[in-house]
């Protein structure tokens, strides 16, 4: 079975720049997902509010395959909040209570044009995000259910040995309700989504192929919502709550990933096989990152979740157990092609866990550091300044009336105010003031924002090359 991302059947001709790229920006002129204004930092009251930044998809080519080495860079991010904006379009969202900003958001959110220019925008950024999977992927050894098996359970092991970069991240910053908050944000932004996933896989017709998967799926989703009131109480531990898109500008590229990989497999049915694979290594990966994660949450914000002590732990044989009944009817009935598809979908999704541990890692590791990467930028400043050395340089000028919507940068980059003064932020929790004349290093892939507090302020941006970096880091 070929199912290479980089083969995806398109409508339009996903080649062509000039007509994919018009595809993914008038996709993005939604109303909803216009750039952000200075008090949407957070969007709790209106779930339809999802903003993109898309005056960037001016120069972003979407046209193209992203290469792994750039799946943490702007256009992946972009591309993750556009997508995730496709895939949400046919699911019911509704505000807590009634509100007119909600009101419009939704009539744009959900109308004929957008589902329609969806329609369009979806071949073309699963592609561009989507086909680095075909490339990183390594191959089962094998191509029987005792071959899954025997990786999954390895896989279990390694896990439980190596949990992850992200709890320990947040558990070694000197602001731990900081770093606890912004890990509860980017779970937000996945675990719904995989459980949507799950849900939709639970619809169809196929107890033919398979008498006993419907019942495994709406058991994990009756789990899910049985569980609504413990995840409700997690997230409000934080202070905050569980309404769709709530943190959309705080949520990671790679977080949006994860989720938007599970909702791709569960929607595009082609991928059924590939959805058991990537929704099992799913469920490793909330077993075993469970305790550490409370652990974390009660050191950070003084309450242990219960909804992470209520997931169970896993062992190797029910594991084992799990895996031979969802592929063996699959495989009797459609032969061992299926155990490729299975790995492929657990395979890519192992692989989207880990580069969010990264990610994730590093974003917190990075905010709970801000005042060295202030003093790193005064001493960075100071060799250019000295030596005299010629660096690219952007300049902006901005009013109070706006806002930069959180983004991330393709390279390293200083924040120097010449004039004015700003709010600098990458979490929910605070925000830093920049003053006239204070500078911030922002290295690549870091997620922030920031928002102008005077009448106008005008800095600059100068771009520094890896190799100055890397001096200072």
């Given at each position: 079975?070929?199912?290479?991302f980089?083969?995806l059947?398109s409508?339009?001709?996903?080649?062509?720049?000039?007509?994919?790229n018009?595809i993914?920006?008038?996709f993005?002129?939604n109303?909803?997902?216009?750039?952000a204004?200075?008090?949407e930092?957070?969007?709790?009251?209106?779930?339809?509010?999802?903003?993109v930044?898309?005056?960037?998809?001016?120069?972003?080519?979407?046209?193209?395959p992203?290469?792994a080495?750039?799946?943490?860079l702007?256009?992946?991010?972009l591309?993750?909040?556009m997508?995730r904006n496709?895939?949400?379009?046919?699911?019911?969202?509704?505000?807590?209570?009634?509100?007119?900003?909600?009101?419009?958001?939704?009539?744009?959110?959900?109308s004929?044009?957008?589902?329609?220019?969806s329609?369009?925008?979806?071949?073309?950024?699963e592609?561009?995000?989507?086909?680095?999977l075909?490339e990183v992927?390594?191959?089962l050894?094998?191509n029987?259910?005792?071959?899954?098996?025997?990786?999954?359970?390895?896989y279990?092991?390694?896990?439980?040995?190596?949990p992850?970069?992200?709890g320990?991240?947040v558990?070694?910053t000197?602001g731990r309700?900081?770093?606890a908050?912004?890990l509860?944000v980017?779970?937000?932004?996945?675990v719904?989504?995989?459980h949507?996933?799950?849900?939709?896989?639970a619809?169809?017709e196929?107890g033919l192929?398979?008498?006993?998967l419907?019942?495994?799926?709406?058991?994990?989703?009756?789990s899910?919502?049985g569980?609504?009131?413990?995840?409700r109480?997690?997230?409000a531990?934080?202070?905050?709550?569980?309404?769709a898109?709530a943190?959309?500008?705080?949520?990671?590229g790679?977080s949006l990933?994860?989720?938007?990989?599970?909702l791709?497999l569960?929607?595009s049915?082609?991928?059924a096989f590939?959805?058991?694979?990537?929704?099992?290594?799913?469920?490793?990966?909330r077993?075993?990152?469970?305790?550490?994660?409370?652990?974390?949450?009660?050191?950070?914000?003084?309450?242990?979740?219960?909804?992470l002590?209520?997931?169970?732990?896993?062992t190797g044989?029910?594991?084992?157990?799990?895996?031979?009944?969802?592929?063996?009817?699959?495989v009797?009935?459609?032969?061992?092609?299926?155990v490729g598809?299975f790995?492929?979908?657990f395979a890519?999704?192992?692989?989207?866990a880990?580069?969010w541990?990264?990610?994730l890692g590093e974003?917190v590791?990075?905010?709970?550091?801000?005042?060295?990467?202030?003093d790193?930028?005064?001493?960075i400043?100071r060799?250019?300044?000295?030596?005299?050395?010629?660096?690219?340089?952007d300049?902006?000028v901005?009013?109070?009336?706006?806002t930069?919507t959180?983004h991330v940068?393709d390279d390293?980059?200083?924040?120097?105010v010449e004039?004015?003064r700003?709010?600098?932020?990458?979490?929910v929790?605070?925000?830093?003031t920049?003053?006239?004349?204070?500078?911030?290093?922002?290295?690549l892939?870091?997620?922030?924002?920031?928002?102008?507090?005077?009448g106008?302020?005008?800095y600059?941006q100068p771009?520094i090359?890896e190799?100055?970096?890397?001096?200072?880091?």
């Amino acid at each position: 079975m070929n199912s290479s991302f980089a083969d995806l059947p398109s409508l339009l001709d996903s080649d062509d720049p000039e007509y994919a790229n018009g595809i993914v920006r008038a996709f993005a002129a939604n109303d909803a997902f216009r750039a952000a204004e200075w008090e949407e930092l957070t969007t709790e009251e209106n779930p339809y509010r999802r903003p993109v930044r898309p005056d960037d998809l001016a120069w972003l080519d979407y046209s193209r395959p992203m290469p792994a080495d750039r799946a943490l860079l702007l256009s992946a991010l972009l591309g993750h909040r556009m997508l995730r904006n496709v895939y949400d379009s046919d699911l019911l969202y509704l505000p807590p209570k009634g509100n007119d900003a909600a009101t419009a958001s939704r009539q744009a959110f959900y109308s004929p044009r957008n589902r329609t220019l969806s329609a369009l925008a979806q071949p073309v950024l699963e592609r561009h995000l989507f086909t680095l999977l075909d490339e990183v992927r390594t191959p089962l050894d094998g191509n029987g259910t005792a071959d899954v098996v025997a990786h999954a359970r390895a896989y279990l092991d390694r896990r439980r040995a190596e949990p992850g970069r992200a709890g320990e991240a947040v558990s070694d910053t000197k602001g731990r309700r900081e770093a606890a908050s912004f890990l509860m944000v980017q779970l937000s932004a996945f675990v719904p989504a995989a459980h949507a996933a799950i849900g939709r896989a639970a619809v169809g017709e196929y107890g033919l192929a398979h008498p006993g998967l419907r019942g495994l799926l709406l058991d994990a989703y009756r789990s899910w919502d049985g569980d609504a009131e413990d995840y409700r109480a997690m997230l409000a531990s934080a202070g905050l709550t569980t309404g769709a898109a709530a943190y959309w500008q705080l949520y990671l590229g790679s977080s949006l990933a994860r989720g938007n990989h599970l909702l791709h497999l569960a929607r595009s049915h082609e991928n059924a096989f590939a959805f058991l694979g990537a929704w099992t290594q799913f469920e490793i990966d909330r077993a075993v990152t469970a305790p550490h994660y409370a652990a974390a949450f009660e050191d950070g914000l003084g309450a242990r979740p219960a909804y992470l002590d209520g997931i169970p732990d896993l062992t190797g044989d029910w594991l084992e157990q799990r895996v031979v009944e969802l592929l063996g009817p699959l495989v009797e009935r459609f032969g061992t092609g299926v155990v490729g598809e299975f790995h492929r979908g657990f395979a890519d999704a192992a692989w989207l866990a880990d580069l969010w541990n990264r990610d994730l890692g590093e974003q917190v590791t990075w905010a709970d550091r801000i005042e060295e990467y202030q003093d790193k930028a005064v001493r960075i400043d100071r060799k250019i300044t000295e030596e005299n050395i010629t660096v690219d340089l952007d300049t902006f000028v901005e009013t109070c009336d706006e806002t930069s919507t959180t983004h991330v940068h393709d390279d390293h980059r200083l924040v120097m105010v010449e004039s004015g003064r700003m709010h600098f932020w990458n979490n929910v929790t605070h925000k830093i003031t920049l003053e006239e004349g204070e500078k911030l290093l922002i290295p690549l892939s870091r997620l922030h924002g920031s928002t102008v507090l005077s009448g106008s302020c005008t800095y600059h941006q100068p771009i520094i090359p890896e190799e100055m970096f890397r001096e200072f880091d």
